[in-house]
């Protein structure tokens, strides 16, 4: 049964390869960069504990202060300053047949967002020298806009268009069209806010004492960043000449 191409509603599905008047060629593009990073990211707890739950309370609302008045002495460096979870915890012990209070354990944890890489070695030294004060980090990252992910991408495409040429080149063709650029994504390869592998790490534990001598500033080099784009770019191109 034939149908009449001017009446019939049914679209012609295009070719999936091509034809041998305009054949399609397929390639992929992928591009991996390494950048500085952008942000350096680190975890503050501050502690307490005490035999009164009021006495603690008051204790680490006194250490919480004291430490978000530490950090934002440090103004435009410090892009973002977050307070996380807050717990006040009694520690019970056997007390014949029964169980008592102990003691209370406060925590309040903080998070920091550093752009000014110059301020981070004495910042953190200086949060680590805090009683009763917890430090984890940096960890490196990049911003979600920064513009590392454009110039990646831009190098995924232009790396496709050079492997489709060198493919129509190689039949004697040249490239005619792009029929179609899929974009997989553009992702930092170290996750936001998570430790990278190799990054630098400090760690202060709890049980530190302030110091009338102020500590030597730790010295945090920044772990490049590595970025990585991948496109699938379909192209037609003429038709080749197998016969030469």
Known sequence: MTTDPLTDPTPTPAAPYGTPETPRVAVRGEARIEVDPEIARISVTVG?????????????????????????????????????AFSITPELTRHGRGERVRAYHGRVH??????????????????ADLEL???EGPWWSLRPDSPAHATARR???HEAVQRAREYAEALDARLAALVE????????????????????RSRAVFGAS???????????????????????????????????
Do not use: C, W
Not at 57 to 62: A, E, Q, V
Not at 64 to 76: Q, S, V
Not at 110 to 127: K, M, P, W, Y
């Open 155 to 157: 190098q995924a495409v």
């Open 181 to 200: 650029l899929a974009d997989l994504g553009a992702e930092n390869t170290a996750n936001y806010g998570l430790p990278a592998p190799g990054g630098m």
């Open 110 to 127: 903080l998070t920091v967002e550093i752009t000014d890489f110059t301020i981070l070695g004495e910042l953190t030294t200086r949060l």
């Open 133 to 135: 004060t917890g430090i």
């Open 210 to 244: 302030e110091s009338a001598d102020a500590a030597p500033p730790l010295d945090l080099e920044p772990q490049r960043q590595r970025v990585y784009a991948q496109v699938n770019a379909r192209f037609t191109m003429t038709p080749p000449k197998l016969n030469g």
């Open 48 to 84: 307490a504990r005490g035999t009164d739950r009021r006495a603690a309370l008051d204790d680490l609302t006194r250490r919480n202060n004291h430490a978000i008045t530490l950090i934002k002495t440090y103004g435009d460096a410090i892009e973002k300053l977050e307070t996380g």
